[in-house]
């Protein structure tokens, strides 16, 4: 399956300033994904898409190419990732190139591992899902059987419809979230539905040690920890 790896990484982080080029442990936060991705074997081309030269710059120096630069735009903070995914295959396919999926790998997670991106490319090809993510597991006090909505009213209801939640936490069915690290979606499922998810979704679990997400500061210095005595 021709696969294209994309790193969406702009220049206009509020939550961590400039983050994508941030030194964290000796290296700019874009590298840690950057060269995973180069090492997965199941990427055909890795691309970085960004609108800041600078950023460009530092990517193209940790091998990454940069085919196009993203309008400004598509660099917004409401800017959902489904349009820098469609901006990119349709620049290629301007280009004459064209994939069958993209993988979307976000800078945010320094921490994963090139055979996590080539275990949900294969699970994409083996179980013919729409899309693979990564997942992790939600702790029994947050399964959508116990969590309550509350509406204006102040009426409580549960997340999952039912009428009464499950008295007992062995019988509750297991549940995940979407840890943010691996998105891989079918051109099809890009196209067609305007999605990057489908109605056929596969998860794949990541192991906590290897997920991350910063957004703060304050998961910065929590991840720089982290990342500390990986190389103790």
């Not at 939550?15 to 964290?24: A, E, H, S, T, W």
């Not at 008295?167 to 099809?188: C, T």
């Amino acid at each position: 399956m021709k696969v294209l790896g994309l790193i969406p990484a702009r220049g206009g982080s509020k939550g961590v300033p400039r983050k994508n080029i941030r030194f964290l442990n000796g290296k700019p936060l874009l590298a840690y994904t950057a060269e995973t991705a180069l090492k997965a074997r199941n990427l055909t081309r890795v691309i970085l898409s960004t609108e800041d030269e600078e950023i460009a710059e530092v990517g193209r120096k940790l091998g990454l190419e940069v085919p196009f630069m993203r309008p400004s735009e598509l660099a917004q903070d409401s800017t959902p990732s489904f349009s820098v995914v469609l901006h990119s295959l349709l620049t290629l396919q301007a280009q004459n190139e064209n994939y069958e999926a993209v993988c979307l790998l976000q800078p945010t997670n320094p921490l994963r591992r090139a055979a996590d991106i080539d275990a949900c490319v294969d699970l994409l090809i083996r179980s013919k899902a729409d899309s693979v993510i990564s997942i992790l597991p939600v702790p029994h006090e947050y399964n959508p059987k116990w969590v309550f909505w509350q509406s204006a009213d102040k009426k409580m209801r549960l997340a999952s419809g039912d009428e009464e939640p499950i008295a007992r936490r062995q019988d509750l069915p297991p549940a995940f979230h979407r840890d943010g690290s691996i998105y891989v979606a079918r051109r099809e499922t890009i196209f067609n539905r305007q999605s990057l998810y489908g109605s056929h979704v596969q998860g794949y679990e990541m192991k906590p040690e290897f997920s991350a997400n910063i957004d703060t500061e304050d998961d910065w210095r929590a991840v720089e920890k982290r990342i500390s005595r990986f190389d103790d």
